[in-house]
């Protein structure tokens, strides 16, 4: 398969999925304190996906970061990124389901309906699990206008087509944006003000950034303490 050959059904199966994303327009999931919310990071060795989760609750402490590892034959395409990321993804959550972990929120590091297609990885998991979902990405895939202000909580749209799927955002002053969109459930202002409101003093909530420091130390062969790790996963 040359690096631009779509697999036979992926364009369908995309649509179709697409066509399930629900983002609603008022109400919606909106976090209480004590929620219990998953984020996600997964580095790549080769064809092992190390995929890591940090749970952690709305307004409280971190509870643990998981790091497990599956084997992937799917290969990376531009735009259909969610066909390879997905399953790691929702494997390692029915992980934590079966260990009694049951999120209320998950969120992805990627995004959601800011997707050329409406429709990345967020959104396929979201569809999946039924569950609100969210990416907090650290690039654009879609275009942008304007010039973000410096000032911390400050919003550009990011656009696709004449609607508005996601937003750049400055979670600290003068420091660089991150991009969240919505993937299931959710409504755009209410990932943005989760996106803001996950702490951290670096420019990467907290969350995703444990996670993505424990996927990379199992990329290396590493553990990192206070890490539990999962093993192999499969779906």
């Known amino acids: 398969m040359n690096e631009m050959e779509i697999p036979e059904g992926w364009e369908a199966e995309q649509l179709q999925m697409a066509s399930s994303v629900e983002i609603p327009t ?4 909106v976090p209480q304190e004590g929620d219990r919310m998953v984020a996600f990071d ?15 609750l709305w307004g409280g402490e971190k509870e643990a970061v998981y790091t497990a590892g599956m084997e992937v034959d799917i290969p990376y395409i531009s735009g259909y ?9 929702l494997a390692m959550l029915r992980h934590l389901e079966a260990e009694q972990v049951t999120p209320a929120c998950l969120i992805v590091d990627g ?21 609100p979902t969210l990416g ?13 202000a410096e000032e911390r909580g ?42 803001l409101q996950l702490p951290s003093k670096y420019r ?10 424990a996927a990379r130390a199992r990329a290396k062969g590493e ?4 890490t539990r790790e999962c093993g192999t996963l499969s779906l």
């Open 42 to 56: 997964i580095q790549y060795e080769g064809d092992i996906a190390h995929v890591a989760a940090t749970s952690f």
């Open 154 to 195: 400050s919003t550009l749209d990011v656009v696709v087509g004449d609607e508005c799927v996601g937003h750049v955002l400055r979670r600290r002053d003068g420091i660089r944006p991150v991009y969240v969109s919505p993937g299931h459930l959710i409504r755009l202002d209410v990932a943005t003000d989760i996106a």
């Open 26 to 29: 008022e109400g919606g999931y």
């Open 204 to 213: 990467i909530p907290d969350p995703i950034r444990w996670a993505d420091q």
């Open 136 to 148: 907090i990405a650290k690039d654009t895939l879609v275009r942008f206008e304007g010039e973000l």
């Open 81 to 89: 990124f969610c066909f390879r990321e997905g399953p790691p993804l």
């Open 111 to 131: 995004h959601g309906l800011a997707h050329p297609r409406l429709f990345g990885a967020a959104c396929w998991l979201g569809v999946k699990t039924g569950l």
């Open 223 to 226: 553990h990192l303490a206070n």
